[in-house]
């Protein structure tokens, strides 16, 4: 039988939760993605699924991003929304595309640039393509509205807040009428922005990314939040209007890790 001594004792100790955070923060928060579901429908007649993917920051496809896509295509959503920092380089639109594929093409998509389209000089050109390709929209300062489940539906993207030329202004031109008006927006705090140049528009949702919730977080303290984050985190902003969703993400950046931030993807029903 082996005996411990107190300071054996307490060293194992020390190296088990060493361990453990290691493997957390380099793995479960990374790669078990937390999906989080929210009904914010006003009936029950023709609600519409939706999922929001956020800050992938693809470099190579791994077995995550399979799983997220065959989850998504046994879910079956009816819109896609892909809210920015796919890839951070011109190279990583060739595993985009691969992660793509695996999606259902009937399911209609609509994506937005983040800071690191920019920052990393990432081919718009190109990347609107392998959008396309995908049954995807890459919508810069744009919108589009169309019918589905007997509902017209209104879609804002917007340009990155911080790398690009965020023109909420010019995002809604020639906007039409809709029972439902959406806005896609990377980072969260260009909601204040968006809050005073709506005018008459009703907005029903903004769903923003860009945060990572933190990515490294310490009971609750987050230590740095990236430029364009403003007052906003993560999770429901629903203290005033436009009510908006800021996704934790799927990826990292900077640092390969998280921590006290788990990863996400989040589905709706609206």
Request: proline share 3%.
């Amino acid at each position: 039988m082996i005996k411990f001594t107190r300071r054996k004792f307490i060293k194992t100790g020390v190296f088990a939760a060493i361990g453990l955070v290691l493997l957390d923060s380099l793995w479960f928060e990374k790669y078990v993605i937390d999906w989080n579901y929210f009904d914010i429908s006003k009936s029950e007649k023709d609600k519409l699924k939706i999922i929001q993917i956020s800050d992938l920051h693809l470099n190579q496809l791994r077995s995550v991003h399979k799983s997220i896509a065959r989850k998504i295509n046994a879910l079956q959503p009816d819109l896609i929304f892909i809210t920015g920092d796919s890839v951070d380089k011109t190279e990583k639109i060739k595993p985009l595309h691969a992660f793509l594929e695996l999606i259902d093409n009937s399911i209609k998509k609509y994506a937005i640039t983040g800071n690191w389209e920019y920052w990393g000089n990432v081919d718009l050109v190109e990347l609107e393509k392998v959008y396309y390709k995908n049954n995807c929209e890459l919508l810069i300062n744009d919108n589009r509205t169309f019918s589905i489940r007997n509902r017209e539906i209104a879609i804002i993207g917007i340009d990155d807040f911080v790398g690009g030329n965020a023109d909420f202004e010019e995002a809604i031109e020639g906007l039409k009428e809709a029972d439902t008006t959406i806005v896609l927006s990377h980072c969260p705090e260009h909601r204040d922005i968006i809050a005073k140049q709506k005018g008459n528009i009703l907005i029903d949702l903004v769903l923003s990314g860009h945060t990572h919730g933190g990515q490294i977080t310490f009971l609750g303290f987050v230590p740095f939040k990236p430029q364009g984050s403003g007052n906003y985190l993560k999770g429901w902003y629903t203290e005033s209007d436009p009510k908006m969703y800021v996704s934790k993400g799927i990826g990292t950046s900077m640092l390969p890790i998280r921590f006290g931030a788990r990863a996400e993807i989040v589905q709706m029903d609206i």
